[in-house]
C-alpha cells in the first residue's frame, strides 16, 4: 500500500524557517517524480517543488525558488522541502505527492499530474 505521510507543519513568524518531510513507502519510488504542493482555500493546488528520484535533478517555480528547496534521502526513503525566509502568503495546507512522469519545465506539473498523495500538513505562518 503507498503511503505518503507529511510533518514537520506548524505556526512560524515571518521570517523563520520550516522543514517539512514526507515519508513515502508501498513501492520502489526509482522512476518517479516526488512533488511537493500547497493549497489555501478556495483556490487550486499549487506547485512549489518536484525531484527526480533516480537523479535528484529538482525544480521550483520562480515564485519561491530563492527561498525553498526540494531534496530526497533515498536511504530514508524521504522527501525533504526547506522553507526559508517565510511570509505570511505561505500559509499553507502543504501536500507530497508522486507521479511517474518527468518534465524539466515546471509549469508542467499540475495536480492532475500526480497520482498519489499525502494528507498535508499546515503551515501558518504570522506577521
Known amino acids: 500500500q503507498v503511503q505518503l505521510v507529511e510533518s514537520g507543519g506548524g505556526s512560524v513568524a515571518a521570517g523563520d524557517s520550516l522543514r517539512l518531510s514526507c515519508a513515502a513507502s508501498?513501492?520502489?519510488?526509482?522512476?518517479?517524480?516526488m512533488g511537493w504542493f500547497r493549497q489555501v482555500p478556495g483556490k487550486n493546488r499549487e506547485v512549489v517543488g518536484v525531484?527526480?528520484?533516480?537523479?535528484?535533478?529538482?525544480y521550483h517555480p520562480e515564485s519561491v525558488k530563492d527561498r525553498v528547496t526540494i531534496s530526497r534521502d533515498s536511504a530514508k526513503s524521504t522527501v525533504v522541502l526547506q522553507m526559508n525566509t517565510l511570509k505570511p502568503e505561505d500559509t499553507a495546507v502543504y501536500y507530497c505527492?508522486?507521479?511517474?512522469?518527468?518534465?524539466?519545465?515546471?509549469?508542467?506539473?499540475?495536480?492532475?499530474?500526480?497520482?498519489?498523495w499525502g494528507q498535508g500538513t499546515q503551515v501558518t505562518v504570522s506577521s
Open positions: 505527492a508522486a507521479t511517474p512522469k518527468y518534465w524539466t519545465d515546471i509549469s508542467l506539473y499540475t495536480e492532475t499530474s500526480f497520482d498519489y
Open positions: 525531484i527526480r528520484w533516480n537523479s535528484g535533478k529538482s
Open positions: 508501498g513501492r520502489a519510488w526509482s522512476g518517479y517524480t
